[in-house]
């Protein structure tokens, strides 16, 4: 089963609140997610403490590890390339109908795109969208 894909954004600030929750962390101030290339590796991302603030920097680091651990088993990044070859029928329907509602609330002057399914893949007349989703899992980016 795939795990949920979260933005570089919603990884990072989950995890920096699972890290302040471990004990004597409370206090650390900023975390960096990297993304990792190497097909061999477990995960597609890994996270490093930047600034402990007042807490105790191996403490943190520790904390760091066993969150990432943690958030591993449960999410990946997601990636630069579209994921919607991976979506159910069901999904891609849903997908294209809050896009709709996204673009039917959008100003007036907001640079639309249109989107034609074509076999398997969406066909937009722009090629550098980015189309993101908010989503009770958090924001999706495809």
Known sequence: MAK???SMHDLRRRALAEIRQQPDCHNV???AINRVTDERAESNWSLCVLSAGAAD???AARAALHVQSVLRRDYDLVTDITMIDQL???DRIELLARAQDAWDRAPQDTMKAVF???GKNYVVSHSSVQLRIHTEEGIKVY
């Open 4 to 6: 949920p894909l979260l």
């Open 116 to 118: 034609e399914w074509r």
């Open 88 to 90: 159910t029928e069901h």
């Open 57 to 59: 920097a191996n403490t």
């Open 29 to 31: 101030q900023d975390i």
